[in-house]
């Protein structure tokens, strides 16, 4: 009796619901994500061999630029609920007597970098509707010791959250005075531990030494 010899065809795949399910991702992210803020200087970060990477949360990080002009910049938390920015933004106003509605509070909250402004320039700062306006309000935290603002912020944030940590992020040209300064302003808030953020250093091979 003849074998039946079936008719062999090719396998389909139907790839209309992988890429409708693709397109949906992609929308999707693209109509969350956020473009990152550039910082309020540029900073070329020293190098080194270290690769410990920078925490995400609890930390405070410090940028100095090159014209000595010192920036802050400070994360919510683990937690979003704990709302540590604009905790700290209030305790700060109340040392100078300033008020900071609901709107202005959340305008710092989701502030995306580094700020460097004067604290009777805050209230203009947060209300202004463009970057456009913000950038001549970065000047730089007053750091002198008739008027030093950036020791307040580092107490009150170490007041709100207790477990942030610093961060020092300097240009290789930043002046050492800016530095030293900085550094004893955390001195004196108790801040004895701190991180340098730097570029990671590219690994040199030595092929006469592979091959030896």
């Avoid at 979003?80 to 100078?96: S, W």
């Avoid at 007053?142 to 008027?147: K, L, Y």
């Avoid at 580092?154 to 930043?174: F, H």
Wanted: proline content about 7%.
């Amino acid at each position: 009796m003849p074998k039946i010899k079936l008719p062999t065809k090719s396998p389909h795949i139907d790839m209309t619901p992988m890429v409708d399910t693709f397109a949906v991702i992609l929308t999707f992210l693209l109509l969350t994500a956020q473009m990152r803020q550039t910082e309020p200087a540029n900073v070329d970060m020293p190098f080194s061999i270290s690769e410990k990477p920078t925490p995400d949360f609890n930390m405070m990080t410090f940028l100095l630029s090159t014209d000595g002009k010192v920036f802050m910049n400070f994360d919510n938390g683990g937690d979003t609920l704990t709302k540590f920015r604009p905790k700290i933004l209030v305790e700060i106003g109340k040392r100078y007597g300033i008020e900071f509605t609901e709107e202005q509070q959340r305008e710092f909250e989701k502030y995306p970098s580094s700020i460097g402004v004067p604290m009777d320039k805050m209230k203009e700062f947060l209300d202004a509707k463009n970057m456009k306006d913000r950038i001549p309000l970065q000047t730089g935290i007053p750091i002198d010791s008739a008027d030093n603002q950036l020791a307040m912020w580092i107490l009150y944030a170490r007041q709100v959250n207790p477990n942030i940590q610093a961060c020092i992020k300097g240009d290789s040209k930043t002046a050492f005075e800016t530095v030293e300064k900085v550094l004893d302003i955390l001195q004196d808030k108790n801040v004895n531990r701190f991180n340098l953020i730097t570029s990671l250093e590219a690994a040199r091979i030595n092929l006469e030494e592979i091959q030896q």
